[in-house]
């Protein structure tokens, strides 16, 4: 083919396209068709856009890092933040000391004993005390003791003794009425697991006229007893009580020191064993002097039990005992075996009442069983068969649940103060501060260090009192924690404190914090 015959065919081509469609044509304006430029046409042009090229960011390479970390600014940079990262470390540390170094500190915690972490149970009559009326039967109970957080059993006397009878006395054998041997070391095993130590109660004539029979008699009851202590302390016992110490402690006093040395000289379980006293004297001077002849860890005696005493008597009791021994040596308790139970002694209205001052004096309170639920003793007997009350036994008429709802209302009210004994450090080992005191009403602040304050009060009286409870740290309020008035003085009512308004034979604990 042609080049002429080319440039036809291409002619015809582009005539043949739609107008629109025409490739434009290049020219010199309106110039001579048939000039040389007039035959020159320009073809079809396809444009093709290529796709995007996706830029994948590869950093740095470890030559470039190098070059540009070692630039001066660089380095600069690097210097600054290190600086500012140790200054403010060291300024945190330096504020930790200061805040240590200005913070209160914490009071040591005094120097205590396991009996003085909450309050003593007594369990004189071992076969009024359970329904198995054996100490199998206390064992039974076990757990409803450990609800009262009671740190100690005092169990007896339990050993053979007719009455007035030194020759028959067997101080190692236990009497049939209150079980055996075998019987006496599961209590003692059962109790340890719940944290509960075991008192046997040794007084010699528990049952006759006198706890130590005759003056002539007591040196060699004495010497008997050494060696039945020795046995019973082996057997796993956590400590001794004796009634009448005075007694044996004046007559033959070479052998109450070595009674002494065999009980409070050796450990139970890794901890020291107690010594108890009992007597009957009720004189602070005589208490207090008897403390300190005798060297018991406890003794119980009469100071808070006579009717006649008023506040102001009660608070000079406390006061005197406190300035002439620790708190660790002291025990508060009114009733026991032999003066019989709190209800009795004080009546059935005053025991949660006289529950508080007990559970809130600084010492060691000890209960008498069923002391907790007002139990009363009877006209003929001060060992009164125990109550064991629930809420889901059955009642035969309205009488008899009152009453039992009566028990257990009481029982709780013991608790919860036992509890608040139990955890709060001002109340178990805290400074005992008075704050008011008249013929009928009393008011004491406890404390220790930075724990919270209790304020205790009580009305012995007929007639509503006004406290005006004078303190440098007393706040304008506090917090009823517990109170025998649920409706002038309801749980967890704010009351003030510079005239507080207490009402006829009631008692309440207040609670505030501390402020530094």
């Not at 009634?243 to 070595?258: N, Y």
């Amino acid at each position: 083919m042609t080049k002429d015959t080319e440039v036809d065919m291409k002619d015809v081509e582009l005539n043949e396209m739609d107008q629109e469609k025409r490739p434009i044509t290049g020219g010199a304006g309106n110039g001579d068709a048939g000039s040389p430029t007039s035959t020159e046409k320009n073809g079809s042009i396809k444009v093709k856009i290529p796709d995007e090229i996706e830029t994948k960011f590869t950093g740095l390479s470890k030559e470039e890092l190098l070059r540009v970390a070692g630039t001066p600014a660089w380095v600069r940079t690097r210097w600054a933040l290190l600086i500012l990262f140790w200054l403010g470390w060291l300024g945190m540390l330096a504020g930790a000391v200061a805040i240590i170094v200005q913070a209160p500190r914490c009071k040591d915690l005094p120097a205590m004993n396991w009996w003085n972490y909450g309050p003593l149970y007594q369990i004189g009559d071992v076969q009024a005390f359970s329904e198995s009326q054996n100490l199998k039967g206390v064992e039974e109970k076990l757990d409803s003791l450990s609800q009262l957080k009671v740190k100690g059993l005092v169990v007896g006397p339990i050993h053979v003794a007719p009455a007035d009878d030194p020759v028959s006395l067997n101080f190692e054998e236990i009497s049939s009425d209150a079980g055996n041997l075998e019987q006496f070391k599961g209590l003692i095993i059962a109790a340890h697991k719940k944290s509960i130590h075991v008192i046997l109660d040794l007084t010699p004539n528990y049952l006759g006229s006198g706890p130590w029979f005759s003056n002539v008699s007591v040196t060699n009851v004495a010497e008997r007893l050494k060696s039945a202590l020795v046995f019973w302390l082996n057997q796993g016992v956590d400590g001794i009580q004796l009634s009448g110490v005075e007694r044996v402690a004046s007559v033959v006093p070479s052998l109450w020191a070595d009674i002494r040395a065999i009980v409070q000289n050796g450990t139970a379980e890794g901890k020291r064993r107690i010594l108890i006293g009992v007597t009957a004297k009720t004189s602070a001077v005589d208490i207090s002097e008897l403390l300190n002849s005798t060297g018991v860890d406890l003794l119980l005696s009469g100071a808070l039990r006579s009717k006649s005493m008023t506040a102001t008597d009660r608070a000079q009791t406390v006061q005197q005992l406190l300035s002439t021994h620790n708190q660790t040596q002291l025990a508060w308790n009114i009733g026991d075996r032999k003066e019989g139970h709190l209800a009795t002694l004080v009546g059935p209205d005053m025991v949660n009442f006289n529950q508080m001052l007990l559970l809130t004096l600084p010492g060691t309170p000890v209960f008498n069983y069923g002391d907790e639920i007002a139990l009363a003793d009877e006209q003929f007997t001060k060992s009164p068969k125990m109550l064991w009350d629930s809420l889901e036994d059955e009642e035969t008429n309205g009488t008899a649940t009152k009453e039992k709802e009566q028990r257990l209302a009481c029982r709780s009210f013991f608790k919860t103060l036992s509890d608040l004994r139990g955890k709060e450090r001002s109340l178990q080992h805290g400074d005992y501060i008075p704050l008011f005191n008249s013929t009928s009403a009393l008011a004491y602040l406890r404390q220790w260090d930075q724990s919270g304050r209790y304020i205790a009060a009580f009305n012995w009286g007929s007639d509503v009192v006004t406290l005006q409870l004078a303190h440098p740290d007393r706040p304008a309020q506090a917090v009823v924690q517990v109170s025998t008035d649920g409706v002038n003085l309801a749980p967890d009512s704010a009351v003030g404190l510079s005239a507080l308004e207490l009402g006829p034979g009631q008692a309440v604990l207040l609670q505030f914090p501390y402020v530094a």
